[in-house]
T-cell receptor, first 113, second 112 residues
Framework: DTGVSQDPRHKITKRGQNVTFRCDPISEHNRLYWYRQTLGQGPEFLTYFQNEAQLEKSRLLSDRFSAERPKGSFSTLEIQRTEQGDSAMYLC???????????FGPGTRLLVL | GDSVTQMEGPVTLSEEAFLTINCTYTATGYPSLFWYVQYPGEGLQLLLKATKADDKGSNKGFEATYRKETTSFHLEKGSVQVSDSAVYFC???????????FGKGTKLSVKP
């Protein structure tokens, strides 16, 4: 098991473009979380999946953001019409029901020009 | 709502010095508490955790005790090494679905 992986690791895009990030959780983990981390801040919760169901979305997740986990395995996070304020590190974490610990991927660093 | 406040950094210490990074929290109930560490160029890693009052989490020489009466979870290490240089995040497991709520992080630099 190689842990949580994320792709791409870095993304530079122009304002107004759409971007999509992928997260592959640890294989037996049924819970998957997305967080956003801006410079000098701790990660902030965006959304949560249990299996394929998206059970909670933060108010930080504007209408331009959408996340899916179609088969209860990998997840994608799409940002439409990117803005400079979307520049951040996007982190994915996974855990197993009943376990307290969340395991984080390396993150995708997004820069919107 | 739930929140975590941790000591502002950066913290610069000499090797073998004693480390304390303060963390206090506000939460309903008794959440599990965590310290995560982010080494340069790497992802967040769990350092230690405590799930109930008076529990002590420990790992790699670091310790933190869950203090309900002071709503604190301070991180300590008796003798830091250069390799401990990293950003340390205190967090609690809150929210309706168990998402983590993080402090802003404390950057530690250890000089030889």
């Amino acid at each position: 098991d190689t842990g949580v992986s994320q792709d791409p690791r870095h993304k530079i895009t122009k304002r107004g473009q759409n971007v999509t990030f992928r997260c592959d959780p640890i294989s037996e983990h049924n819970r998957l979380y997305w967080y956003r981390q801006t410079l000098g801040q701790g990660p902030e919760f965006l959304t949560y999946f249990q299996n394929e169901a998206q059970l909670e979305k933060s108010r930080l997740l504007s209408d331009r953001f959408s996340a899916e986990r179609p088969k209860g395995s990998f997840s994608t996070l799409e940002i439409q019409r990117t803005e400079q304020g979307d520049s951040a590190m996007y982190l994915c974490a996974s855990s197993f029901s009943g376990e307290e610990t969340q395991y984080f991927g390396p993150g995708t660093r997004l820069l919107v020009l | 709502g739930d929140s975590v406040t941790q000591m502002e950094g950066p913290v610069t210490l000499s090797e073998e010095a004693f480390l304390t990074i303060n963390c206090t929290y506000t939460a309903t109930g008794y959440p599990s508490l965590f310290w995560y560490v982010q080494y340069p160029g790497e992802g967040l890693q769990l350092l230690l955790k405590a799930t109930k009052a008076d529990d002590k989490g420990s790992n790699k020489g670091f310790e933190a005790t869950y203090r309900k009466e002071t709503t604190s979870f301070h991180l300590e290490k008796g003798s830091v090494q250069v390799s401990d240089s990293a950003v340390y995040f205190c967090a609690l497991r809150g929210g309706s679905q168990g998402n983590l709520i993080f402090g802003k992080g404390t950057k530690l630099s250890v000089k030889p």
